[in-house]
């Protein structure tokens, strides 16, 4: 099924068709079009072909899974946003190690309001929302928040948009610590009832690709920050 709108295709990759079907409905409510498959392989055919302005992927497709699809995708350089939608609380946590470059993480049973609200919310982001500012650095990290591209080292490093916007925010308040709930808040837009989890999950990412020029701490009991530059 495909569909056509103003505002550009969603690619919904899904093997439940009751799940795919009232997704589609509420992202075509909201302006967009919708191309569904239900099959791994077909879906990352369908992105090569189709060039989607964001994909929403469920983890445990048939032929090839939605982590594979999202790490074939980044690995082929193509950045477009992904959210996953997963169906097992361990299916998250089999992300939280991963750097697969995600965009943002929904769990089964979910609002197919809130996924379309959180499709929306992850294009802004893709389109540049962070106002223009100064180089932000800390440790080896180096964030060029007007041209959106971040060094570690002297090692140019690919970010998504969620990602970027995300260390960009530590950044800018060195030394200062984030809540989770504050992270949720200030970089995806969603109140704490969303969940926070995909904060922990953003920031295994970001110290994955960052490595040792990484400046982002943990604090024990309370949330993030990234050391002073």
């Known amino acids: 099924m495909s569909s056509s709108a103003g505002r ?9 068709a009751a799940i795919a079907e009232l997704a ?5 409510r909201d302006g967009f079009g919708v191309h569904i498959e239900s099959d791994g392989l077909a879906a990352l055919a369908a992105v090569r072909r ?16 939605g982590i594979e699809i999202c790490k074939t995708m980044r690995t082929d350089g193509d950045w477009t946003p992904v ?9 998250l946590d089999r992300l939280l190690g991963l750097e697969i470059g995600a965009d943002d993480y929904l769990t089964k049973p979910f609002s197919p309001r809130e996924l379309a609200a959180r499709v929306r919310t992850v294009l802004r982001r893709s389109a540049g929302s962070l106002p223009p500012a100064e180089t932000y650095s800390a440790g080896g990290t180096r ?3 007007i041209r959106r591209r971040v060094w570690a080292g002297e090692a140019e490093i690919a970010l ?24 949720l808040s200030s970089v995806w837009g969603y109140s704490a009832s969303a969940g926070t989890r995909t904060v922990d999950v953003h920031i295994a990412q970001l110290r994955a690709k960052l490595g040792d020029e990484s400046p982002l701490r943990t604090v024990r009991g309370i949330g993030y920050s990234a050391d002073g530059g």
Not at 24 to 28: D, E, I, P, Q, R
């Open 50 to 65: 189709l060039r989607p302005v964001a994909v929403v992927l469920d983890i445990g497709l048939s032929g090839m899974d």
């Open 8 to 16: 550009g295709l969603v690619l919904v990759a899904e093997d439940e």
């Open 83 to 91: 959210l996953f939608v997963t169906a097992r609380d361990d299916e």
């Open 24 to 28: 589609a409905m509420y992202l075509t």
């Open 160 to 183: 998504t948009s969620t990602e970027f916007d995300l260390l960009a925010h530590l950044l800018r308040r060195p030394g200062q610590v984030f809540t989770r709930e504050q992270l």
């Open 143 to 145: 964030v060029d928040v």
